[in-house]
Each structure stands twice: as structure tokens, then as C-alpha cells.
């Protein structure tokens, strides 16, 4: 089967909101065997609507569509169907009451005419009850195609794909298998990489694809298999990820896209009764982000200081005066007092600390722009090394924050 996703809203198209709608929906596609071959972006304008239409019927098999469905007079996918589908909104009563005691019942204020709107519906339509919110979803179908319309608010929507489209799917049509394995790797680049593996590539089965997801610091491997045997197709993964693992095993830290560096750094201290804390300056918190975005981390986690300003280096962390008169701000020695300061103020066994020019000025150190020290204090030592790491800023930033947790991954499991 294949899908082509498309989002409505003038507000995506001036870069006012971000559509996270599609990535979520082709991922939910993914696992069933759909595979997603479009996503289209397009304006609340009625003929531009019934023009995308038609140029995808009979050519994908689902067109799920986003946005629109709201109360207000400039939310007209619900019209723009009927005229497409030649029919007519009808009053659905199971809707109406729904959003009768939603308004009613929940929000405690009398229902207006906007919200009866609610529940006007093309009347071929099948409805796809929406049970947090008020704008239910709907399937329709034209010769070989069927079009699904969805409410743009993401927890409204992912709430119709998991309980309604999804099991939908599944029972009414076959579907292929895929199967995805995805291996995280950390600290060579993607041409490094691809030079380690050139001839395992060059080896894989043809229902088997490799994709590089590379970004800074870090390479994803992305195996996918594509088949009507789903045992056959697991078992060819794990093969082949297996003979990978004996080329690369150096670099690979993790499996799966739950599987980030910082989902496999706090099972590994979780795994050995480790805490760390983190003192942060030129990756602003990125760190401690990273870190506290993995449910749980509060069991090894104690905690971080942002130590942007040079005085907050010294009067927080402790780190002294007369080292960042003699070395600089960003200086090695500075980020090993950085990383001591924070170990002894929050009591834990690993400390990660950065300083650095990320850019675009130099601030209040002489350094080139992009020079970077990282600091890591362990339970009996503490290590800091230098990077330069170019420009532009994010891209400094985010190679500091995936180096640090390279370093630290290798120090627990070093000890």
C-alpha cells in the first residue's frame, strides 16, 4: 500500500507552526507495511485542496489529510470534501452529543452554534469518532483511493491514527512486512564510516536497503527490509546486524530509534549505581536536556549549573580567578575546575563540563571560534580534551553535547 500525507494550514506554509503531524503519521504508517511515498503541504484554499485531490486519486491508495476541521469560517476541508465527494453535510448525532457533553459537561459553558457545527459531517462519510476532541475524523472513498481527514491539533490526531486508522488498516487490507533496525554509532563521520563497511554493504540481500542518518557527532544506520515472510525478514535483519557489529562494534553504541546516546548512558549508570551532573557554558543546558528528556533519568541525574558568565564560573562552580586570568575562560584548566566544582557541589560520581567559543563572537576569551574543551571527572580522575568544531553555532553545540556523552559512555564502561 502506499500513502501520500498531506497538511493544510496556511500557518505551515509561512513557517508559523512546524508540522509534526506527517513525520508522526508516516511512522505509524511504517509499522503496518504502508509506506509513505509524499508529503504535501498545502494552503486553505478550496480549489488548491480539490486540485491535490484529484491528482492523487487512483495513484496512492490513502490520502490522509490534516487540518481544517475546526469551527471557524477558515476551516473549510470539511466543505471542500462534499464538493469533491458531490455530497452534502448532515447533522451526525453521536458527534453532536459527544461534543455536547464535552463543552457541557467538561468546560462547564453552554454549547454555541460554532460547536453544533462540529458534528456536521459529509453524509458518506465513516466517521472516525474523535474522543478528545470535538472534530472527528472521516473516510471516504473515490474509485481506488481513500481519502481520511484528520483534526490538526497533534494529541487529537494521534489519538484517531492509534485507536481508528490504524486497527482500520490492518483489518480490512494486506499488507507487506517492513522491518526496520536502526544502530546508533558515535565519534566517525558518515564517509568514515561507510569506508569501515563498504564491502558489508555491498553484500546485502537485495530485499535489505541501508540508510545513513548522519548529523554531528553521531551516524545512525538505518536496515530495511521489505517481504512477505516477517520471520524470514527479522531473521535476515539480525544476521546481518550481526556481522555488522563484528566490523564496527567500536563505534556502535545502541539499537532502535528509542536507543540515543543518552537512553544507553543512563542504563549504563543506572547498571553500575553511578549519578552525574553536568556544568555547562558554551552547550547552554543541552546536556542536561539531553539528559532529563529520558524518563527516569532522576535516578542518576543530580543535577546542572549553567555557568555562562565568567563570574558565575567562579562564585558557583568555585572554579578560581587567578586560572582564568593565566589560561582563559576557555582553556582546559578552567574546564577541569568546571567539572570538579559541579562533582563536589551536587555530590555525584561523573561530572561533564564544557566551555568553548561557539560563535558567532569570541566573548570573553581570545580562543579561535569553535574551540571547545570538554572536562570529565570520574570517581578518581579528571580528563579534559580539546576540539575545534567550526561553525555554525548549533553545529558546535551539538557536536560538544554528543562528544561529552561519548566520553562518558567510554569512562563507565572503562571502569
Keep these: 500500500m502506499k500513502a501520500t500525507i498531506v497538511t493544510i494550514g496556511d500557518e505551515i506554509l509561512i513557517g508559523q507552526i512546524v508540522d509534526t503531524n506527517s513525520g508522526f503519521i508516516a511512522k505509524a504508517l511504517d509499522k503496518i507495511g504502508v509506506q509513505t511515498v509524499e508529503m504535501l503541504s498545502i494552503s486553505d484554499d478550496k480549489n488548491h485542496i480539490i486540485n491535490t485531490f484529484s491528482s492523487l486519486q487512483n495513484k496512492v491508495d490513502l490520502v490522509i489529510i490534516t487540518g481544517g476541521l475546526g469551527p471557524t469560517k477558515d476551516d473549510i476541508t470539511k466543505k471542500t470534501f462534499c464538493e469533491y465527494f458531490d455530497d452534502e453535510l448532515v447533522i451526525n448525532q453521536e458527534v453532536l452529543a459527544h461534543v455536547t457533553e464535552m463543552i457541557e459537561g467538561f468546560y462547564k459553558r453552554p454549547i454555541t452554534q460554532l460547536n453544533r457545527d462540529q458534528a456536521l459531517v459529509p453524509s458518506k462519510c465513516e466517521i472516525l469518532f474523535n474522543k478528545v476532541g470535538t472534530a472527528p475524523g472521516m473516510w471516504m472513498k473515490k474509485e481506488n483511493t481513500v481519502y481520511i481527514s484528520l483534526p490538526g491539533v497533534p494529541f487529537e490526531m494521534k489519538h484517531i491514527v492509534q485507536n481508528e486508522i490504524i486497527p482500520k488498516i490492518v483489518k480490512e487490507y494486506k499488507r507487506p512486512y517492513i522491518v526496520h533496525k536502526t544502530i546508533l554509532t558515535y565519534g566517525q563521520g558518515e564517509s568514515m564510516v561507510a569506508e569501515r563497511i563498504e564491502s558489508w554493504e ?54 532502535d530509534e528509542g536507543e540515543t546516546i543518552e537512553v544507553v548512558i543512563g542504563r549504563l549508570l543506572q547498571q553500575h549505581g553511578k549519578t552525574v551532573a553536568t556544568a555547562e557554558s558554551c552547550t547552554g543546558g543541552k546536556i542536561a536536556q539531553m539528559m532529563t528528556s529520558v524518563a527516569g533519568s532522576s535516578a542518576y541525574f543530580r543535577g546542572s549549573v549553567v555557568s555562562y558568565a565568567t563570574d558565575t564560573k567562579i562564585s558557583v562552580l568555585g572554579v578560581n580567578a587567578q586560572t582564568i586570568e593565566k589560561y582563559s575562560v576557555v582553556s582546559a584548566e578552567v574546564a577541569s575546575e568546571m567539572a570538579l566544582g559541579i562533582q563536589k557541589l551536587m555530590k555525584s560520581d561523573y561530572a561533564l563540563a564544557t566551555t568553548g567559543n561557539a560563535g558567532p563572537s569570541k566573548g570573553d576569551a581570545d580562543a579561535e571560534i569553535g574551540t571547545v574543551f570538554i572536562a570529565l571527572a570520574t570517581p578518581n580522575e579528571v580528563r579534559t580534551e580539546e576540539f575545534n568544531f567550526g561553525q555554525p553555532r548549533e553545529k558546535v553545540i551539538d557536536r560538544t553535547s554528543n562528544k561529552a556523552f561519548e566520553m562518558l559512555q567510554s569512562a563507565i564502561l572503562k571502569s
Excluded at 231 to 236: G, I, N, P, S
Design 202 to 255: 555491498n553484500n546485502l540481500p537485495e530485499f535489505i536497503k541501508l540508510a545513513y542518518l548522519p548529523s554531528p557527532g553521531r551516524v545512525r544506520l538505518r536496515l530495511t527490509a521489505r517481504g512477505e515472510n516477517e520471520k524470514t525478514l527479522h531473521e535476515a535483519i539480525a544476521e546481518n546486524v550481526n556481522s555488522l557489529t563484528q566490523i564496527i562494534g567500536d563505534i556502535i553504541v545502541g539499537f
